[in-house]
Every structure is written in structure tokens, then in C-alpha cells.
């Protein structure tokens, strides 16, 4: 089965950092495009940032631009999420999602069940 | 920025239609997708370039898109279906989510 894991959330003081993680399995985890997205609990959809299949091209919302580093490891099937600077703004539920069809489709398919990220004193 | 509008909520009787819009500038110019969330779950992709269904996706379920409105339909809605459904479209190499619209089946 084709799956993603996420892992890394918990709670946070504001200005803290903390790393996301993001494992792929059941699938050529290297020829797919991974996206972040984050909900506010009771919110919607807000979309972090995307990495390319190599690693050398990434997006960011302006939200978390200079803050925020996507990275990723295609040997461990891994991305990335370091966070930095954090804010209660940045609470929230933390999704992976992969490309549908592995390169700039941009529709998620699948999503991992998220993590939870609190920013909070 | 570009921005996805959506109706905060959709009310339908079971075994009805329903219609749940996604509003754009030129967003017909624009592949749309959709996806179910269900309360405590992820997101999942049931329509995605416009009009097609990922595998495992029940035929009822149906997408459209032109001139500023992308429109989800639910045919035979069951209670199954009640959730909330979020649009997204591509701008300048950026995701942009449509609001959701809560899905209710009375």
C-alpha cells in the first residue's frame, strides 16, 4: 500500500524550532514531488511548501518563507520539515501529501494522517 | 494572491444531488481538484483534473470547472458523504486551497 507517515509535532515555546518528518513507503519515493500542508484545528487547508523529486527546488508560502526548510533523503524516504522561529500562528495539524502523478500535478494523493504542532508557552 | 471561494455550508437529503462550488478569476483556465475531509481523518483526492476520479472513487461523484466556478457534484448523496470538501487550484507554482464547504446530509 501506498502510505506516508508523518512524525516530529508536539509542543513548542514561540521562537522555538522543531523538525518534521515525513516517510514514504510503497511506492518510488524519489520520482514523486511531497507537499506540506497545515490545519488549524476546526480550520482549513493552508499549503507550506513543496520539494521536487531531487531535492533542489522547493516552495514556500509567505507565511513561513525564511523561517521554514523543506529538505529530503531519497535513500531513507524521507522529507523534511525544519521550523524555526515558531509562532502560535503556526500551530497546527502538519499533513505530507505526495504528488498524484509523481511530478507537478499538484493534487495530493495520499495524504499522511498529519502530526500536531502547538506553539504555545 | 489568487483566491478560492467556496459556500461555508451545503445542506441535502439523502438519496438527493448536491452542488458545492469553488469560485476563481479565470478559474476555468486553471485545472481545479477536489478533496473529502471527514471529521478526524486526512484530506483525500476524489476528483482531480477538473473532471476524473481517482481509483476506489464512487461514480457519484462528479467535477466540472469553467469560466470562475468549479463545481463538485454529489449524486445520491448517502450519509457517508457528509463532510467537509476543499477545492485547490495551482498559482505561480503556489497551492491555493479554497476555504471548505461543510458537507451536511440531513
Known amino acids: 500500500d501506498v502510505q506516508l507517515v508523518e512524525s516530529g509535532g508536539g509542543l513548542v515555546q514561540p521562537g522555538g524550532s522543531l523538525r518534521l518528518s515525513c516517510v514514504g513507503s510503497g511506492f518510488t519515493f524519489g520520482s514523486y514531488w511531497i507537499f506540506w500542508v497545515r490545519q488549524v484545528p476546526g480550520k482549513g487547508l493552508a499549503w507550506v511548501s513543496h520539494i521536487k523529486t531531487d531535492g533542489t527546488t522547493t516552495s514556500y508560502a509567505d507565511s513561513v518563507k525564511g523561517r521554514f526548510i523543506i529538505s529530503r533523503d531519497n535513500d531513507k524516504n524521507t522529507v523534511f520539515l525544519q521550523m524555526n522561529s515558531l509562532t502560535a500562528a503556526d500551530t497546527g495539524v502538519y499533513y505530507c501529501g505526495r504528488d498524484h502523478f509523481g511530478s507537478g500535478s499538484g493534487w495530493l494523493d495520499p495524504w499522511g494522517q498529519g502530526t500536531l504542532v502547538t506553539v504555545s508557552s | 494572491s489568487y483566491d478560492l471561494t467556496q459556500p461555508p455550508s451545503v445542506s441535502v437529503s439523502p438519496g438527493q444531488t448536491a452542488t458545492i462550488t469553488c469560485s476563481g478569476h479565470n478559474l476555468g483556465y486553471r485545472y481545479t481538484c477536489w478533496y473529502q475531509q471527514k471529521t478526524g481523518q486526512a484530506p483525500a483526492l476524489v476528483i482531480y483534473q477538473d473532471t476524473k476520479r481517482p481509483s476506489g472513487i464512487p461514480e457519484r461523484f462528479s467535477g466540472s470547472n469553467s469560466g470562475n466556478t468549479a463545481t463538485l457534484t454529489i449524486s445520491e448523496t448517502q450519509a457517508m458523504d457528509e463532510a467537509d470538501y476543499y477545492c485547490?487550484?495551482?498559482?505561480?507554482?503556489?497551492?491555493?486551497f479554497g476555504g471548505g464547504t461543510k458537507l451536511t446530509v440531513l
Open positions: 485547490q487550484a495551482w498559482d505561480s507554482s503556489t497551492v491555493v
